[in-house]
């Protein structure tokens, strides 16, 4: 219609063709059509039918497979036996042939709605690698307030897993009556007849927190799509890819900050199903969940140690350590492979790996440097402090006193008291920082000696000039002559 409207507009197949953006061929033909029928001409375009016998052999293919086959198979099969169509007509038949299969057999389900405080969901998503090591997100899904919990875990192994469901709890504030998950061995070992087998020790693990713990059925991700939901939304916010621009994380810490943040974004923005955020309907749920323990499960975490005044504990026989913060308290210790993993349970957020060390011997302790705080000055770098009137006065002159009465000290030198006193006389005659300078060179040069320091100060206020010191030697070098001068005796 509009190439027409333009063809009458202006009379010009070329002119019409500029002022709709197409070939003036295209014009010429759709006004040669009109002409034809006289009057609007219509589109027909009829695509190529199926035959009978090909239709039916598509439909059997598709209810053998239960909807899953592809269409290149279909067609190779068709092929094999005298079809001459083209693949694209196949892949036409064979999607109208799925979508009447789904409609006939396509599961029906009535929409899940949840009550406060009966289900939570977890699942696990690949989480970011650090120090070439890849981390697991654990995500932890309140089914009523969509309240969602991000956890960063080394491993998928049980302790961990235990750990993550822990801080997952504490951060809902309860614990609900079922929990829905995923059939990993650390929860169902086995499926007989159908039926899930359940771990033992998982099986404690909800006992102890009050907690029914549930799994969906093999291969169905429909049956937990709220956790699967969570892990899809953490990993592409969580894990750096070209998509998110985000950097690539340094350390642990990083990680877990990071889920800090992605938690408390999603819980405070209102979600689109409830329209509202989930952190207020979390404080409505909070009166059907059920009470947690105040102490965490341990019964995976391994063996009790106490931290010494070193931050280390011993294991084995040999010493690894752990934060600095944790001196005197209790921490868990377990061997993973060829690792250990120390867990402290009476964190404020629950249960925390707290360090990871490659299993040593005794007599060579694993100690890793970001456990301790800064190092103090140590005896060679103390820095001097006055205790009487006429040592602090020697100290207030500057650094370059400091720094003097640091190599004098090292030095051996005499009568250093009243020399330091010598020094505040000048001060008052001369300047403090005139002296100050002057101590500074007198250290650089190794000048201890009774009048140097007023040589100094006179120099460096009449001549201007810089002392050149005497060159250090080292340890390697001898006054001793060497025997080159007898080469030629004799000859």
């Known amino acids: 219609m509009e190439i027409l409207e333009a063809y009458d507009l202006t009379g010009s197949f070329r002119a019409a063709a500029g002022l709709v953006g197409c070939d003036h061929k295209t014009v010429a033909y759709w006004v040669r059509q009109r002409e034809l029928a006289g009057g609007m001409p219509t589109v027909e375009r009829s695509r190529p039918a199926m035959e009978a016998v090909f239709a039916a052999k598509i439909d059997e293919l598709v209810d053998r497979s239960h909807g899953q086959i592809r269409a290149d198979v279909a067609h190779r099969k068709l092929v094999a036996i005298g079809y001459l169509g083209s693949e694209r007509t196949t892949r036409r038949w064979v999607a109208d042939s799925k979508r009447r299969w789904r409609r006939k057999h396509g599961r029906r389900t009535r929409p899940w709605i949840p009550e406060p405080g009966l289900w939570m969901q977890w699942d696990y998503g690949d989480g970011p690698t650090v120090e070439d090591r890849a981390t697991v997100l654990f995500c932890a899904w309140l089914a009523w307030s969509r309240f969602r919990v991000v956890v960063p875990l080394r491993d998928k192994t049980l302790p961990s897993v235990v750990l993550g469901l822990d801080r997952a709890l504490r951060m809902f504030g309860g614990v609900p009556t079922y929990a829905l998950t995923d059939n ?19 099986v404690d693990v909800g006992r102890h927190y009050g907690l029914t713990i549930a799994t969906c059925v093999p291969a169905d991700p429909e049956s937990k799509g709220g956790s699967e939901a969570t892990v899809r939304v953490a990993k592409a916010d969580l894990v750096p890819t070209d998509h998110n621009l985000r950097p690539g994380y340094r350390s642990f810490a990083e990680v877990e900050a990071a889920c800090e943040a992605f938690m408390a974004d999603v819980n405070t923005r209102p979600h689109r199903s409830t329209l509202e955020p989930p952190l207020l309907r979390l404080a409505e749920e909070h009166d059907r969940l059920h009470r947690l323990p105040r102490l965490p499960h341990t019964l995976c975490f391994g063996e009790t140690r106490k931290v010494n005044w070193q931050s280390l504990i011993s294991v084995g026989g040999a010493q690894y350590s752990v934060p600095h913060e944790l001196i005197d308290q209790r921490v868990w210790a377990r061997i993973a492979g060829e690792q250990l993993v120390v867990i402290h349970v009476d964190s404020p957020g629950g249960p925390r790996e707290v360090a990871r060390h490659r299993l040593t011997t005794p007599g060579r302790p694993s100690i890793c440097d970001e456990h301790y705080p800064p190092k103090p000055a140590g005896a060679l770098q103390r820095r001097p402090r006055g205790r009487s009137d006429e040592e602090r006065a020697f100290l207030g002159l500057g650094d370059g006193a400091e720094a003097w009465l640091i190599q004098a000290g090292a030095a051996g030198a005499q009568r250093v008291r009243r020399k330091m006193a010598e020094a505040v006389d000048l001060a008052k005659l001369h300047g403090i920082e005139e002296v100050d300078r002057a101590l500074k060179r007198c ?49």
């Open 184 to 202: 990993e061995k650390t929860v169902s070992v086995d499926h007989v007849c159908g039926i899930a087998v359940r771990n033992p020790q998982i």
């Open 443 to 491: 250290a650089d040069a190794g000048r201890f000696g009774d009048g140097d320091l007023a040589t100094i100060l006179t120099h460096q206020q009449q001549a201007g000039g810089e002392l050149i010191p005497f060159p250090a030697r080292s340890e390697e070098h001898s006054l001793q002559r060497s025997t080159r001068s007898w080469e030629g005796l004799g000859r």
